[in-house]
C-alpha cells in the first residue's frame, strides 16, 4: 500500500504510464490486468475470462443486461434459490421488472423440500430446472449457500440447465478462495464474485467477473468491431484507444471488454497483495486440503460437546466434506443468538451471526489453526452457559 502512496504522491496522473522505480506495483492502465492474472486459476480460468473490477451485484447486474433477454412468449422465467442472499433476489426482481415483467410469472425459486432452511439437494434443482425448461432463460444459484454452507454440484447442474437452453450464472461470493473452481473446464457461461471473505481484501473491495470465452467474443460488422448485448464504458476499450478521446470504442474481447470505469487502484493493490498470498501457499489445492481437515476438526469437537450444550445448537451445514468449504453453520435455539454472540465477542472471538439464529464459523486455512478451532468451542460452550443464565 505504500507503494500505491509513494506513486500518488511523487507522480500523481503519470502513474497511469509510468511505474514507481524499484516499485512491485505495475502501472494504473495495467493493475487490473496483473490481477486478472492472478485470480484466473483460483477460479479455474483462463485470464482472459476474467476482469478485476466493480462489485459483486454491480457485476451481476452487468451480466443480466448482457445475456437476460427475455421473450414472454418464449424464455422470460429467471429461476433463483428460496434462500437466495438479498441482493441477488434484488438484483433478479429489478432485473425482471426492469422488462415490464411480472414477477409472478417471471421469477421462479427453488424452495426446500425439508425444512425451510435445510440443504437443496441436486436432484431437487435439477428437477425445477427440468419443469421450466422451455420457459427459463437464467439460471442463478450460489456456489456455496451464504446460510447453510452448502456447495453446490456446480458442473452437474451447470451442464442440466445448459441442455434445456438456460444461461447459467453463479454468485461465488463465499466460493472463490475457498474452493477449487475450474469454471472453464465445467463450462460454466458466467459468474461472479466479491474479494473481501475468502480473499481477504478488505470489506467493500473491487469484486470479479467471469464471462466463458465463448460468450464474449468481438464480432467484425462493416469493418467496424462490436459485442452485442453489452453495456460499454472507456475501460472496456482497448488500452490503445482509451486516451484517445475520439469516441471511437474498440471492444475488449473477454471479461475485460465488460469494464466501465477505471478501477480504484487502491482495492486493485489490497487484491493483489493477497493473491500474492495465495501463490506462496501453493494454489487452492492444498489450501482446501488443510481446510477439509480444519473443518473436520471443528466439526468432531462440536460434535462431543457435553449433553447440554448439544441440544442448543444444530450444524445445519452437510456433513460431506464435497457438499461444503470451510464453513459450519450453527444453529442455536430460538433466542440465544444475541446473548452468544456477546459472550464470544467478551472472549475475543470473532464469527459472524445471521438471523434469526445462525452463527457462521470458518477456520481460514491461510491463518488459523487447529488450535484456533479448540479455543472456539472452549469459547462457544461458556457463551452457551452465559446465554441459559440471562
Keep these: 500500500m505504500q507503494q500505491y502512496f509513494t506513486t500518488w504522491a511523487t507522480q500523481g496522473v503519470f502513474g497511469h504510464f509510468k511505474p514507481l522505480v524499484e516499485s512491485p506495483l505495475p502501472t494504473w492502465l495495467d493493475a487490473d490486468a496483473r490481477a486478472s492474472d492472478s485470480i484466473a486459476p483460483i477460479v479455474g480460468a483462463l485470464p482472459s475470462e476474467v476482469a478485476v473490477m466493480e ?4 457485476n451481476l447486474h452487468l451480466l443480466l443486461s ?5 421473450d414472454i412468449n418464449g424464455r422470460h422465467k429467471i429461476i433463483i434459490e428460496n434462500q437466495a442472499f438479498p441482493s441477488d433476489h434484488f438484483a433478479a426482481e429489478s432485473q425482471i421488472l426492469h422488462h415490464n415483467l411480472s414477477l409472478r410469472t417471471s421469477l421462479v425459486t427453488i424452495e426446500s423440500s425439508g425444512l425451510p432452511q435445510a440443504a437443496l439437494s441436486t436432484s431437487h434443482i435439477l428437477s425445477i430446472i427440468e419443469k421450466h425448461a422451455s420457459t427459463a ?5 450460489p456456489g456455496i449457500q451464504f446460510y447453510t454452507g452448502q456447495y453446490f454440484d456446480i458442473p452437474t447442474i451447470t451442464k442440466t440447465a445448459q441442455a434445456a437452453g438456460i444461461f447459467v450464472i453463479w454468485d461465488l461470493a463465499h466460493a472463490v478462495g475457498n474452493v477449487p473452481l475450474k469454471l472453464h473446464d465445467w463450462n460454466v457461461d458466467a459468474a ?3 474479494s473481501y471473505k475468502y480473499l481477504n481484501a478488505g470489506p467493500g473491495a473491487v469484486g470479479g467477473l467471469f464471462v466463458h470465452e465463448r460468450n464474449s467474443q468481438v464480432n467484425s460488422e462493416a469493418g467496424e468491431l462490436t459485442f452485442a448485448n453489452r453495456l460499454s464504458g472507456w475501460w472496456g476499450s482497448s488500452k490503445a484507444s482509451r486516451f484517445a478521446m475520439d469516441n471511437k470504442f474498440v471492444p475488449i474481447p473477454g471479461a475485460s471488454g465488460f469494464q466501465l470505469s477505471n478501477p480504484s487502484i487502491l482495492d486493485i ?9 495465495f501463490a506462496k501457499a501453493g494454489g487452492m489445492l492444498p489450501l482446501r486440503e488443510r481446510s477439509v481437515r480444519l473443518t473436520a476438526h471443528l466439526e468432531v469437537l462440536l460434535q462431543n460437546m457435553n449433553a447440554y450444550c448439544a441440544k442448543r445448537f444444530e450444524i445445519i451445514t452437510p456433513g460431506d466434506k464435497d457438499q461444503r468449504g470451510a464453513q459450519l453453520s450453527l444453529k442455536l435455539q430460538p433466542g440465544l ?5 456477546e459472550a464470544l465477542e467478551e472472549r475475543g472471538v470473532v464469527v459472524d451471526e445471521r438471523r434469526p439464529d445462525v452463527i457462521r464459523v470458518a477456520p481460514a486455512p491461510l491463518y488459523n489453526s487447529f488450535e484456533d478451532c479448540w479455543l472456539f468451542v472452549e469459547a462457544f460452550n461458556e457463551a452457551l452457559h452465559a446465554a441459559e443464565k440471562q
Design 192 to 194: 461472479v464474485w466479491c
Design 66 to 70: 448482457a445475456f437476460y433477454k427475455p
Design 55 to 58: 462489485t459483486l451485484t454491480a
Design 337 to 341: 443468538l444475541d446473548t452468544v454472540m
Design 269 to 277: 493493490t489490497s487484491l493483489n497483495a493477497s493473491l500474492e498470498v
Design 137 to 141: 432463460a437464467i439460471l442463478l444459484l
